[in-house]
């Protein structure tokens, strides 16, 4: 089991900046591909960005490409999310999570193949 708690979230203004973090307990999340997903109200889940198991594979969802950066630090067993030039429809729920993946780089676009989730955290980006 991993236990994964995010934190960072808050009420910024569009063009601002936030870190979101997610730290993780349980297992050692080297072994965990990861990614950080989004809901805003009335809205699917979607994959915003997500980081291979040794951080040398990444995916970015068009949306946050050039303002969003994916970083790990497995010898924290801490993921971040850095988030700059924010916009008010980057407005939602954010949730970290992981899956145990054999393969060093890895990623999964899919939120199916997530098994372990945070509870995420509120961003909201103010006009």
């Known amino acids: 089991q991993v236990q994964m708690v995010e934190s960072g979230g808050g009420l910024v203004q569009a063009g601002g900046s936030l870190r979101l973090s997610c730290a993780a307990s349980g297992r050692t999340l080297s072994m965990y591909a990861a990614g950080w997903f989004r809901q805003a109200p009335g809205k699917e889940l979607e994959l915003v960005t997500a980081i291979s198991r040794n951080g040398g594979s990444t995916y970015y969802a068009d949306s946050v490409k050039g303002r969003f950066t994916i970083s790990r630090d497995n010898a924290k067993n801490t993921m971040y999310l850095q988030m700059n030039s924010l916009k008010p429809e980057d407005t939602a729920v954010y949730y970290c999570?992981?899956?145990?993946?054999?393969?060093?780089?890895?990623?999964?676009?899919?939120?199916?193949?997530?098994?372990?989730w945070g509870q995420g955290t509120q961003v909201t980006v103010s006009s």
């Open positions: 999570g992981s899956y145990w993946s054999a393969s060093l780089y890895g990623i999964a676009t899919n939120s199916t193949a997530y098994t372990y």
